[in-house]
């Protein structure tokens, strides 16, 4: 088991995620402009196969029927709070297909998500992401950018 933790702390760590110990200034204080998050889990979150199942799901549907789906139920996968993880407390398809995930405590003390929306393009489905309240998004998710309410 710690061998696995190790390994799993090497490939974190060649991804380029942060080191959790550097992230707060002092314990339960987050550093200056960053929010209390576990970048770890955060990136085990992000690259899960529950997320990675469900953003399928929602691809399939655009690609039979030429439209995102609107619901869960649409889109062919669990209700919101079914699908789960250690990191992930629900997922929920929102009309256009776009993907609204809450993080657990593993991942934050607060809920803290991301809004992840398909673009049909050329034949093929790409994603964007977008995090509202997690500051460093991008530090851990390449893909995803920070945009705060109201902006």
């Given amino acids: ?16 995620v942060p080191a959790l110990a550097s992230q707060q200034a ?10 209390d998050i576990n970048p770890q889990a955060l990136h085990i979150a992000l ?23 609107a619901s869960n139920r ?5 209700e919101p709070d079914y699908l789960t993880t250690n ?17 657990t405590s593993a991942v934050s003390p607060e809920l803290t998500g ?4 398909p ?3 050329q034949g093929r489905v ?4 977008v995090s509202h309240d997690i500051v460093q998004v991008h530090d851990v998710a390449s893909s995803c950018t920070y945009q705060p309410l109201g902006h």
């Fill in 126 to 129: 790409e994603w964007s992401c």
């Fill in 119 to 121: 673009i049909r393009a």
């Fill in 114 to 117: 991301v809004w992840l929306t």
């Fill in 26 to 35: 002092s314990p339960g204080a987050p550093a200056a402009g960053r929010q």
């Fill in 47 to 69: 690259s899960s196969l529950l997320l990675a199942a469900t953003k399928m799901a929602v691809e399939n549907v655009m690609l039979k029927t030429g439209k995102p789906p």
């Fill in 87 to 103: 990191e992930i407390s629900s997922i929920t398809v929102h009309p256009g297909g776009v993907l609204e995930v809450h993080f």
């Fill in 1 to 16: 088991m710690k061998r696995l933790f190790f390994l799993m702390a090497l490939a974190l760590a060649s991804a380029g």
């Fill in 74 to 78: 649409a889109a062919h996968v669990g």
